[in-house]
């Protein structure tokens, strides 16, 4: 499959998108109109660096506002098209997208329509040029594919044709099913987008919301499936009208689209009944749970003296390096004081990650454009294979000790203390919640998606004193790995994201005697405001024993259809803290109502020990 993408969806100047997209690696791309017009580069220019980058250019857009008007109207595109023709000519561009009249003045007759649009294709005729008819979802009377697809057939000539959009069918819950019943040479384009559900008017939803495949709710990938069963072969090519995206790095934007694009056909191999060439995607592999997380801190005093409170043990130090491996059950927590990180305190660097063949983990991540981490390995360290994830966390891939084969705690020492002795209620590390620069938070979505296999959940605003935090899930289908991905709001963290708190969860199996455990050893907690208590109180009817018992400990309750949670936080020391969890039934959430109440308690806190 040609790839593509057009040019509105990436920030910069007209020069420096065909840059980015040209070094993403794609076949093609859309010049959007207004890109060359506020461009010094001449059509000609275009055409060579385009050219000089390997990147046809496959559609010049949008010709608005042309069919279904009165003569004055018509002649008067007509007009307009003899110049769109010319640009195009010096562009060396032979495909023009018209898009369905949004106008007041077009007149809701299909037949004129279909008249007027054979003689737009007559005349792009001459100039060698295609017309690809798409419906806006928003169309004055033709805002669907399948009437502008009638339309197309009406006027019958071949240089004629439809775009489909996959916004503008999915986000009007059009049925694309019926694409299979369209000749696939008379597709002449398509061009693909997801979205978030959000319920607000279509236009300014595809105007500012769009994302690449993979990222929204939208499938995308279906759509194509139908599109492919037709036998079209021409370019699929992102359009990706986004605020954010037009604000972030082109370079970066354009490989996250082609990332999108990759895990796309994947999908869409698999549902196809053909393999399609270039699908060699190694397949994913779901982590089977959490090996380690690593904090990097400048020593390691503090974070041991609240691991030990919370009942771990250090289990080994690390035989090169300055890390110590800090145990309970399963949950292991690497503290690592040798590294540049997390000298402005400790930090949340890296995640390990069990899988059943890690480097074949590898080899899927670097196929989707993940960064491949070196394998710094000193002479007797295990190998690690490991990726960058969107916000710089270091990704390992582990296969953590069993007697068949070698694994990362070899390279540890032996404390004397063996980790079986460990005296705690925990039991492993229940989820991490990473905080994502505001502007790759839609690339982190799509990273743990497509590389890891994870399901995201929905969308989350959680209101905080200082801002609205943007909070999703994404969670193996048994919830052995679940990772909170949260947009850091810098407001409240002196303007910078990478100070923005970060957490690791840690599943108790008693978390009573987990709050007792650490406020015995004199652990700083967060405080709970009574308030918290006294609604606990009106929307729970929990018996006045286990109120007491909650209010007592600073336990933050939550319920759902499957069971209950209970869970509390320590303080922050860096930028990390950690929370524990007990999860009673199914329970399947994160607590996420109780979030403000603990976003505010911490900014207390945090405003407390340091007046700004
Ligand atoms: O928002 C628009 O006007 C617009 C223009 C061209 C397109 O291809 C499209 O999908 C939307
Ligand atoms: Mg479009």
């Known amino acids: 499959m040609r790839r593509s993408i057009a040019t509105v969806s990436l920030s910069g100047s007209l020069a420096d998108k065909l840059t980015a997209i040209g070094a993403a690696g794609f076949d093609g791309v859309e010049i959007f109109e207004n890109d060359l017009l506020g461009s010094d580069m001449s059509p000609e220019d275009v055409r060579r660096r385009a050219a000089d980058l390997g990147l046809t250019i496959d559609l010049y857009q949008p010709f608005r506002d042309f069919e279904a008007v009165p003569p004055d109207v018509l002649a008067a595109g007509l007009r307009r098209a003899e110049h769109k023709f010319a640009v195009m000519e010096r562009l060396g561009a032979t495909r023009l997208l018209v898009c369905s009249?949004?106008?007041?003045?077009?007149?809701?007759?299909?037949?004129?329509?279909?008249?007027?649009?054979?003689?737009?294709?007559?005349?792009a005729a001459e100039h060698g040029v295609d017309v690809a008819y798409e419906a806006l979802a928003w169309g004055r009377h033709v805002d669907d594919y399948f009437h502008?697809?009638?339309?197309?057939?009406?006027a019958d000539h071949p240089n004629l044709g439809l775009c489909l959009d996959s916004f503008h069918i999915l986000a009007r819950d059009v049925d694309p099913y019926a694409?299979?019943?369209?000749?696939?040479?008379?597709?002449?384009?398509?061009?693909?987008?997801?979205?978030?559900?959000?319920?607000?008017?279509?236009?300014?939803?595809?105007r500012h919301y769009r994302c690449f495949p993979g990222q929204g709710d939208l499938d995308v990938a279906g759509?194509?499936?139908?599109?492919?069963?037709?036998?079209?072969?021409?370019?699929?090519?992102?359009?990706?009208?986004?605020?954010?995206?037009?604000?972030?790095?082109?370079?970066?934007?354009?490989?996250?689209?082609?990332?999108?694009?990759?895990?796309?056909e994947e999908v869409v191999q698999r549902a196809g009944d053909a393999p399609r060439p270039g699908g060699a995607l190694p397949p994913p592999l779901a982590p089977t749970g959490f090996a380690f997380a690593e904090l990097a801190a400048p020593s390691a005093g503090p974070v041991g003296e609240l691991l030990g409170a919370l009942g771990f043990v250090r289990g080994g130090r690390h035989a090169g390096k300055p890390v110590e491996l800090w145990e309970q059950g399963a949950a292991r927590i690497l503290v690592n004081s040798g590294s540049a990180e997390g000298?402005?305190?400790?930090?949340?660097?890296?995640?390990?990650?069990?899988?059943?063949?890690?480097?074949?983990?590898?080899?899927?991540?670097?196929?989707?454009?993940?960064?491949?981490?070196?394998?710094?390995?000193g002479p007797r360290d295990a190998p690690l294979d490991a990726v960058a994830a969107p916000d710089g966390t270091e990704v390992f891939f582990c296969r953590t000790a069993r007697p068949d084969h070698s694994s990362w705690t070899d390279d540890f020492s032996r404390d004397r203390r063996p980790a079986g002795e460990a005296p705690g209620e925990i039991t492993h590390i229940d989820h991490v919640a990473l905080t994502q620069p505001w502007h790759h938070f839609d690339e982190a979505s799509l990273f743990y998606r497509s590389v890891l296999g994870l399901r995201p959940h929905d969308s989350l605003?959680?209101?905080?004193?200082?801002?609205?935090?943007?909070?999703?899930?994404?969670?193996?289908?048994?919830?052995?790995?679940?990772?909170?991905?949260?947009?850091?709001?810098?407001?409240?963290?002196?303007?910078?994201?990478?100070?923005a708190w970060q957490h690791?969860?840690?599943?108790?199996?008693?978390?009573?005697?987990?709050?007792?455990?650490?406020?015995?050893?004199?652990?700083?907690t967060l405080a709970i405001p009574d308030n918290y208590y006294d609604d606990l109180e009106a929307r729970f009817d929990l018996g006045a024993e286990r109120h007491r018992l909650l209010r007592e400990l600073g336990l933050l309750y939550d319920r759902d259809e499957q069971g209950e949670f209970l869970h509390f936080y320590t303080a922050t020391i860096g930028r990390v803290f950690f929370?524990?969890?007990?999860?009673?039934?199914?329970?399947r959430g994160y607590g996420a109502v109780n979030a403000p109440v603990r976003l505010a308690a911490q900014h207390a806190r945090r405003t407390r020990r340091a007046p700004q």
């Not at 407001?491 to 910078?496: K, S």
């Not at 005697?513 to 004199?522: P, S």
């Not at 929370?579 to 329970?587: A, S, W």
Request: a negative charge; charged letters at 25%; zero cysteines.
């Open 101 to 123: 009249n949004v106008s007041p003045a077009a007149i809701d007759d299909d037949a004129l329509a279909a008249e007027q649009l054979r003689l737009l294709a007559e005349r």
């Open 148 to 154: 502008a697809w009638r339309i197309v057939r009406a």
């Open 179 to 206: 694409i299979r019943t369209i000749p696939g040479d008379k597709i002449f384009f398509v061009q693909l987008a997801d979205a978030p559900t959000l319920p607000m008017d279509v236009l300014h939803w595809s």
């Open 223 to 264: 759509l194509v499936d139908h599109v492919l069963r037709t036998g079209y072969d021409g370019p699929l090519s992102l359009e990706v009208f986004n605020d954010i995206f037009r604000q972030a790095a082109a370079m970066r934007t354009a490989q996250d689209a082609m990332r999108s694009l990759i895990a796309l």
């Open 343 to 377: 000298q402005d305190g400790p930090a949340l660097a890296a995640v390990g990650l069990e899988s059943p063949d890690p480097a074949a983990s590898v080899k899927r991540a670097e196929a989707l454009l993940s960064p491949v981490l070196p394998r710094l390995r």
């Open 461 to 499: 605003e959680l209101p905080d004193p200082y801002g609205l935090m943007r909070s999703r899930a994404v969670s193996t289908e048994d919830g052995g790995v679940r990772v909170a991905l949260n947009v850091a709001y810098v407001g409240a963290h002196d303007g910078r994201y990478d100070l």
């Open 504 to 524: 690791v969860a840690l599943a108790s199996a008693d978390i009573v005697a987990t709050a007792r455990r650490a406020h015995a050893a004199g652990a700083a």
């Open 579 to 587: 929370e524990i969890v007990q999860r009673l039934g199914g329970y």
